[in-house]
C-alpha cells in the first residue's frame, strides 16, 4: 500500500495491491502501474535508480 496523487482527478489515495495491473523494470527504475479509485490508469517510478534520479534532480 503506498500513497498516490491521481494526475486524472488531483486526490491523494492509499493505492492497494489489488489495484496494480503490471510492473515493468528499466534503467531508470520500477515503475508500478495500476487504477486510481476513480479508475484513471496511473503509474509511479519507484526503486533504487528511481530515487537516486530525484535525489539528482533536486540538487540540479
Request: glycine residues 6%; hydrophobic residues 35%.
Amino acid at each position: 500500500m503506498f500513497a498516490h496523487t491521481c494526475t486524472a482527478c488531483s486526490t491523494r489515495y492509499l493505492i492497494f495491491p489489488s489495484q496494480v495491473t503490471g510492473i515493468r523494470n528499466s534503467d531508470e527504475g520500477i515503475t508500478l502501474d495500476f487504477l486510481c479509485w476513480c479508475d484513471a490508469p496511473q503509474s509511479q517510478l519507484t526503486g533504487k535508480a528511481a530515487g537516486l534520479r530525484s535525489r539528482e534532480t533536486v540538487a540540479a
